[in-house]
């Protein structure tokens, strides 16, 4: 059992724990850099409490990894208990670092209020977590409560649960192809658009999206029937130019179908990281480590 008590009452420990609560976002940064870099189980309950509260996403993400250098004996407990806070914040921060501590453990906090919490940034990280930490024989199951969500939110929570049931892999593919049978042609536009990412990992999602919804509006046999013509057109050359263009025009494009030029990658690397806020968010800008623990360079939380 590892004590939680501080393991000492130094002057510089003391000045670290202020520096987290400093008006300057800088300083908070350099604070939280530096529990990481000398790990003190006495700042567990500090960092937890500025992840609820701090409005910096970069001084969060260093929160979230000084928490990760902690033994997890003592950080999975007190994480859990954020994850029933009133607070959004506080919720989407612990999910965030819990996909940074990676503890398998963990899966069994993940709830279907959490996959369903009416906050996009703590539904968004919980999708993300989920598909991190659940088990083979749980994948399916976690697929066709994902699926409940399709339809939901702007274009970032769209993508973030598209990635979501990408990574989960073929287990996605039947509770999808219910899905693109919807009523709601939201939801089966962006059951299809995730199809057709599952099938072509370098599509991009705007692509994606497009062709998904144009299959909805014509209906799957009127969208190949102009698929057809219009290859069957540019198959024969300059004469059928128009006969292409004609057809790609009741497909209501004037690409050739399945041409999804914007790589999957792309959308990664030019979205706000990683679900929530974290997994979209810009990379992480950060002071140089100095004396930091050199294990922790690359991407930080």
């Keep these: ?30 604070a939280a850099l530096a529990a990481g870099s000398d790990p003190d189980p006495g700042f567990l309950e500090t960092l937890v409490e500025r992840c609820a509260v701090e409005p910096d996403f ?12 902690l033994p997890p004996e003592i950080t999975l407990p007190r994480i859990r208990r954020e994850l ?10 612990a999910l965030h670092t819990l996909s940074k501590i990676g503890d398998r453990r963990a899966w069994a906090w993940i709830t279907r209020d959490m996959l369903r919490d009416a906050d996009d ?13 659940a088990p083979e024989d749980a994948r399916k199951d976690l697929a066709g409560e994902l699926v409940t969500q399709l339809g939901r939110g702007d274009r970032e929570v769209r993508l973030s649960l598209s990635r979501a049931l990408v990574d989960l892999g073929d287990v996605t593919r039947p509770a999808l192809e219910r899905a693109m049978m ?10 299809r658009a995730t199809e057709l990412l599952r099938k072509n990992p370098e599509a991009g999602f705007d692509a994606a999206v497009d062709e998904a919804r144009r299959i909805v509006a014509l209906g799957p046999e009127r969208a190949a029937a102009a698929d057809a013509a219009t290859a069957a057109a540019e198959a ?12 790609a025009k009741v497909g209501g494009r004037t690409k050739r179908p399945g041409r999804l030029r914007r790589s999957w990658n792309a959308d990664r690397r030019g979205g706000p990281p990683l679900g929530g806020e974290h997994a979209d968010a810009p ?15 690359g991407r930080l939380p």
């Design 84 to 93: 029933g806070s009133e607070r959004a914040q506080a919720r989407s921060q």
């Design 58 to 69: 970069f001084v969060r993400d260093m929160l979230s990894w000084a928490l990760t250098r």
């Design 121 to 133: 940034e703590v539904a968004r990280t919980a999708w993300r977590v989920a598909v991190a930490l």
């Design 283 to 297: 990379p992480l800008r950060r002071p140089r480590a100095g004396a930091a623990d050199r294990s922790h360079r």
């Design 182 to 191: 919807s009523p709601d042609p939201a939801v089966a536009a962006h059951a």
């Design 236 to 247: 024969a050359g300059p004469a059928g130019t128009t006969e292409a263009t004609e057809a």
């Design 1 to 30: 059992m590892v004590s939680i008590k501080p393991t000492s009452g130094t002057p510089q420990r003391a000045r670290v724990l202020d520096a987290l609560s400093a008006g300057n976002s800088s300083v908070r940064l350099q």
